[in-house]
């Protein structure tokens, strides 16, 4: 493993596991008061890893399209191998939301699904993701296969947003709960210590595993050069 | 839900984001792996052309 | 030449290939008031609501029929070399988009216009004649995105090897958002909702349009040209 990974890999997973210790031994149960009673409602616990993966994955798929931008600006290849490593690292993220999401969903409303925006917006999230790796596979030549993809990566960023707000348009109300606002957390403490360290934590890991993937891309090249090089001379 | 009807999800959610991070990272280390070697006998085969 | 009279070339080429052989139209006309046949036969029961949900069957049979056309239009532009000669022609790589979507969106529009009739008297509907204004101009906007994102990615789709077959697995997502919308809007209008409402649909599809514009004409250059 390269070192630069390494470091970020190992730093991640050590913050990860101090967000699990956090969660579970030190931020306070999540309390309902229901006519007087008081109900923990222990799924909440959840959330502490479920949030910063989904946010993980948001990042990613924008830099997916952000570097997809200047590839097609710049024609550079590199731009276009770190537009493929982001989206990938982000597309794993956004199958380990729909992973999680559905465990909660089932844990905290008692079903396994509900067409709600923002359960909606990933699900469209994940076919328009799977669709892009699909266009990879089936086009061949390799200056049209990075084309393509740059291409769909940015509209993919774009629709995303879009998902999302028509998702609140319809009689299907929001019922997913929301903790950021415009006014700030809606929780603090050690609740939110908890949080932020998985957060940092997350976001660490996958840069390492983008940065790996990245090496993956560039190791490929290189042997396609070496191959060219060995046919020719 | 209280914590005994809620922890199979919890946990559930915990092993599978730990799963799937590792099964990435195992699969992405064994192909650089054998891409590198690749790369090794590739460029011994170019230099021993000149 | 100037830039209309550029764009309006390539409509013109449309449309003249379109009346010699109409297949096109009668091919995407015909299969959406299949499709209604076959919606009335498979949902027969709940039918009886047709208020609320018939706007979604609209929008349903108009989303396949428009892929048909989408990758009916580059068919033969792939096979028959006409996007090499457009692109070695005079025009502006730029405003082939727009030559391209504006042919797409007359065909669309011209199908729905004979279909939407029908869909009414099939399925007993009735509108007032304001409402049926704001009902075709939902239609009409609802099209332009389906054009500006339908052209773009029909291009890509038929330069891939599995070809149409990409068309819908890249262009449903993408679509959704606009769906959403469409739905709720010609939804809204059919029931009789407040027409804030139905307003609130329209300006979201209306910003939908504009992005998706601008997004697919700045990236299709990139799609065309090595």
Redesign the interface.
């Known amino acids: 493993m390269k070192k630069s990974s390494l470091i970020l890999a190992s730093a991640g997973a050590l913050l990860l596991m101090a967000g699990v210790y956090l969660a579970f031994f030190v931020a306070p149960d999540a309390v309902v008061r229901i006519d007087d009673r008081e109900l923990v409602r222990y799924s909440q616990k959840i959330f502490y890893f479920h949030v910063p993966v989904a946010e993980t994955s948001f990042v990613f798929l924008l830099l997916g399209g952000l570097f997809g931008a200047m590839y097609l600006g710049t024609r550079k290849r590199s731009y276009e191998q770190m537009s493929y490593a982001a989206v990938e690292v982000g597309f794993i993220f956004v199958l380990l939301v729909m992973i999680t999401g559905v465990l909660w969903t089932r844990a905290d409303w008692g079903v396994w699904w509900e067409w709600e925006p923002r359960l909606t917006t990933f699900l469209v999230l994940t076919l328009m993701y799977s669709g892009y790796f699909v266009l990879r596979s089936s086009v061949q030549e390799e200056s049209a296969k990075a084309r393509f993809g740059a291409i769909f990566s940015i509209i993919a960023a774009v629709n995303v947003p879009l998902t999302f707000v028509a998702g609140r348009l319809d009689s299907l109300k929001p019922v997913h709960p929301t903790v950021f606002t415009l006014q700030g957390a809606s929780m603090e403490g050690p609740m939110l210590a908890a949080f932020l360290v998985s957060m940092f934590g997350m976001l660490l890991f996958a840069t390492s595993l983008y940065i790996m993937r990245l090496d993956l891309l560039r190791a490929r090249e290189d042997i396609e050069y070496l191959k060219e090089e060995l046919e020719v001379g | 839900?209280?914590?005994q009807?809620?922890?199979p999800?919890?946990v559930?959610?915990?092993m599978?984001?730990w799963a799937?991070?590792l099964i990435?990272?195992v699969v992405?280390?064994k192909?650089?792996a054998a891409?590198?070697r690749?790369?090794a006998s590739?460029?011994k085969?170019?230099e021993r052309?000149? | 030449m100037a830039a209309g009279k550029q764009v309006f070339a390539i409509v013109k080429k449309d449309v003249l290939a379109e009346l010699r052989t109409k297949e096109m139209v009668i091919a995407m006309l015909l299969f959406v008031i299949l499709a209604m046949v076959v919606f009335s036969q498979a949902f027969g029961v709940i039918l009886n609501d047709l208020d609320r949900v018939g706007g979604g069957l609209l929008w349903v049979a108009f989303l396949f029929m428009s892929m048909l056309g989408l990758n009916r239009s580059f068919v033969h532009e792939k096979d028959e070399g006409c996007l090499e000669g457009l692109l070695m022609s005079p025009i502006d790589r730029p405003l082939i988009f727009f030559g391209k979507m504006l042919g797409n969106l007359l065909f669309l529009s011209i199908v729905e216009l004979f279909a939407v009739p029908i869909f009414f008297v099939l399925f007993r509907l009735e509108l007032g004649a304001s409402m049926a204004g704001i009902f075709l101009a939902t239609i009409f906007l609802s099209n332009v995105g389906i054009a500006s994102v339908g052209t773009l990615l029909s291009t890509i789709s038929i330069n891939t090897k599995t070809r149409d077959l990409m068309l819908p697995i890249l262009f449903l997502p993408v679509i959704i958002p606009l769906l959403i919308a469409a739905v709720s809007a010609t939804g809204g209008i059919m029931s009789g909702e407040e027409l804030t409402e139905v307003y609130r649909s329209m300006r979201f599809i209306a910003v939908y349009d504009i992005i998706f514009l601008l997004v697919a004409y700045a990236l299709y250059d990139y799609v065309i040209s090595e």
């Open positions: 839900m209280e914590f009807e809620a922890w999800y919890v559930g959610v915990y599978s984001i799937v991070l990435y990272v992405l280390q192909k650089l891409v590198k690749e790369l590739l460029s085969a170019v052309k000149g």
